[in-house]
């Protein structure tokens, strides 16, 4: 399932450009979209950048794994003074050797297939973290939008309610109404001009929150974009999630490594063959070579081997569990964005109601208290009503859209791939092909960081 968040920004920029260009009217500065927002994310993120720096160590493991198959060549370099019963004598002696483990009854590669998968869990950590900073980048924009339409409304109703003061006063001057309706419009219009107050605190955070999530703070943010689409159901939504979550595809790579850990923990207890080849000269020119096998076999060690074992079941045993318990909170995530996705929707549906039914309530009112049918307080009280139905518009609005990118995180599908946003992304794959085979200069990883310092000066 794709989704395309970029291509809909770019083709409506586009639209606006060429019909401002036609009419010949200058463009005013272009608002930050919901894409725009996302990108910002994924390329600021310091999170993923700590992220892909501990995937690239876990290929190292894969590299330290296989270079315990290759020789180990090492040089020794001796200088020894004697004196023996007053004879003195100095002897200097260079030494080159070579060891190889020649056979170890499957250690290496076990330990060689344990690295790999803990690569390949490590890699859907970061798809995870991914998620989790796109997810986090949606609910700052959603709720610095929020947050304008809250002070806007607050605003206007601060207005409105000077208006009515004004009305009021006129009315009490002219001995229409007495001065208890004066005060009531005075005190509903300080609460409302509090109610601003905490709104542009609310804006405030919002801003921080969105500047900590993509880098910058925003500019001026552009109309969210048609909600994505999901599935005809909650249980398809759920056997998505269950498919393509990052957090149980990475929990099945850790139990694929605890097995590999029980099978290692198993082979320990069988011989090792080793080779072993070296060469010395000493200042007389004198020359020695030997080449030589070993095999040996720890014959006791005390239980630690026994208790190695049983540990690594155990981890094996606890690794099960906790692929279960997250297939189960996954499912779980899936269905309270669904449920939420219902229960916005139902929302937004009766505050529309409540709105129309509010606003003619409050407009009736008002004409009735010009008439002196109505105090007022009855003016007050309808002109709050119309408010908070307004309020809780908003609320419901922003919560139904983060609700939909909660469902989409849940399903495992709002990375930048699945989202379609149309920039560079880190490549896993890039290092660990550079590195896997341990290579003795660093010239390929040297390549390779000017590869990926490349890539995020594109980001």
Not at 32 to 51: C, K, W
Not at 58 to 77: F, H, I, K, Q
Not at 437 to 457: F, H, I, K, M, W
Request: some cysteine; proline content about 3%; hydrophobic content about 45%.
């Amino acid at each position: 399932m794709k989704f395309s968040i970029g291509k809909r920004c770019q083709s409506a920029l586009r639209r606006v450009t060429l019909a401002a260009m036609l009419s010949g009217v200058a463009l005013p500065a272009l608002a930050e979209s919901l894409g725009d927002t996302l990108v910002a994310a994924y390329r600021n993120s310091a999170l993923l950048d700590q992220n892909r720096a501990v995937l690239r160590a876990a290929d190292e493991d894969v590299a330290t794994a296989m270079a315990s198959l290759r020789p180990v060549v090492e040089w020794a370099l001796s200088h020894n003074f004697t004196d023996f019963n007053g004879a003195e004598s100095t002897t200097t002696t260079l030494e080159l050797t070579a060891s190889m483990t020649l056979y170890d009854f499957g250690r290496s590669q076990a330990a060689i297939d344990m690295a790999k998968e803990t690569v390949l869990s490590t890699r859907y950590a970061l798809v995870a973290v991914e998620q989790d900073i796109l997810l986090t980048a949606v609910q700052a924009y959603m709720d610095v939008r929020a947050a304008l339409e809250q002070v806007d409304l607050q605003q206007n109703s601060v207005r409105v309610l000077g208006q009515e003061l004004q009305a009021a006063q006129d009315r009490f001057d002219v001995g229409e109404i007495t001065v208890t309706d004066v005060a009531l419009a005075n005190a509903q219009l300080a609460a409302s001009r509090a109610a601003l107050s905490a709104a542009e605190g609310e804006l405030e955070v919002a801003r921080e929150n969105y500047a900590a999530a993509t880098g910058a703070p925003p500019q001026g943010l552009d109309a969210p974009p048609p909600l994505p689409n999901r599935p005809g159901s909650v249980a398809a939504a759920q056997t998505t999630a269950q498919r393509n979550h990052p957090a149980i595809l990475q929990a099945s790579r850790e139990v694929a490594a605890a097995e590999l850990a029980v099978v290692a923990a198993a082979v320990e207890r069988n011989p090792t063959l080793a080779g072993t080849a070296s060469a010395q000269t000493n200042k007389d020119g004198d020359t020695q070579a030997v080449v030589g096998l070993q095999l040996s076999q720890q014959i006791y060690t005390g239980g630690r081997l026994s208790a190695a074992h049983r540990k690594a079941m155990a981890n094996r045993d606890a690794a099960r569990s906790a692929l279960l318990n997250t297939s189960r909170q996954v499912t779980q995530a899936v269905g309270t964005a669904w449920a939420n996705i219902e229960v916005a929707s139902a929302q937004i549906g009766a505050i529309n109601e409540q709105i129309s039914a509010a606003q003619q309530a409050y407009d009736g009112v008002r004409e009735e208290a010009t008439l002196g049918a109505r105090t007022t307080l009855d003016v007050l009280d309808a002109e709050q009503s119309l408010l908070e139905a307004r309020a809780d518009l908003i609320s419901a609005e922003a919560t139904l859209q983060l609700a939909h990118y909660q469902l989409l995180a849940a399903m495992g599908l709002l990375t930048v791939e699945d989202l379609n946003l149309g920039i560079p992304t880190y490549d896993p794959s890039e290092y660990y092909n550079a590195v896997r085979d341990a290579p003795y200069t660093s010239r390929q990883g040297e390549n390779l960081d000017r590869v990926l310092r490349a890539l995020n000066r594109g980001n």
